[in-house]
């Protein structure tokens, strides 16, 4: 895992030369924030957080990371569709069915491709389209509870590829027009953390 040399819970781009970061996103707040209502470190589109559920998540004071508030899919314009989107994630204590990582190309609630760490074996490349999941490809992978884990997924016209750590690649062929700016994060419960958001181009 990779928090960058950002001096305390700072973390900075990992864009090479000539890159253009369009979102970046530490998680801090002087006081608890919901996440809709937290202004992201750079947002280049302006637009802020979006939910695409009832529940939003809470940039908790001075923590460095937003929790959800149960099950939750929230997300950000990037203004294009091809980039690399970078998150630090965590699931905070023990549960049977882990279902959380990172979205890219994300519509609404029912349509997006996430890079999900699944029931602490695998990691996954799923596409959600209409509501229907669709798992495009896996590696074994074993994570375990309060741990922090760096995931990465470029988007390339048609290929989507992701790794977490560094390693552990998931790719595919995306063929169901997902196109989509946004992309974001899904938790499946509340605590579920996200440390660090950023996109570049």
């Known amino acids: 895992m990779n928090l960058g040399l950002g001096l305390g819970l700072n973390r900075f781009s990992s864009g090479g030369a000539g890159s253009t970061i369009l979102v970046l996103d530490n998680m801090v707040e002087a006081s608890n924030t919901v996440l809709t209502l937290h202004n992201p470190d750079i947002d280049v589109e302006g637009g802020g957080w979006f939910k695409t559920l009832t529940n939003d998540a809470l940039v908790v004071a001075s923590a460095g990371y937003a929790q959800g508030a149960g099950a939750a899919v929230l997300g950000i314009d990037t203004g294009v569709s091809d980039h690399v989107t970078t998150g630090i994630m965590e699931r905070s204590g023990a549960s049977t069915t882990p279902f959380w990582g990172i979205c890219v ?9 996430i890079a999900q760490m699944f029931e602490f074996t695998h990691f996954k490349l799923i596409r959600n389209t209409a ?27 048609t290929s989507i590829s992701a790794t977490v750590d560094g390693g552990n690649t998931v790719s595919a062929t995306e063929s169901q027009g997902l196109t ?8 499946r419960f509340s605590n579920d953390r996200i440390h660090f958001l950023e996109c570049v181009s």
């Open 131 to 157: 509501g229907t999941h669709t798992e495009l490809d896996s590696v074994v992978f074993a994570h375990t509870p309060d741990t922090q884990y760096t995931i990465e997924i470029t988007c390339d016209g």
């Open 180 to 187: 989509n700016n946004n992309v974001g994060f899904r938790n």
């Open 105 to 113: 190309r994300l519509t609404d609630l029912n349509n997006y491709i």
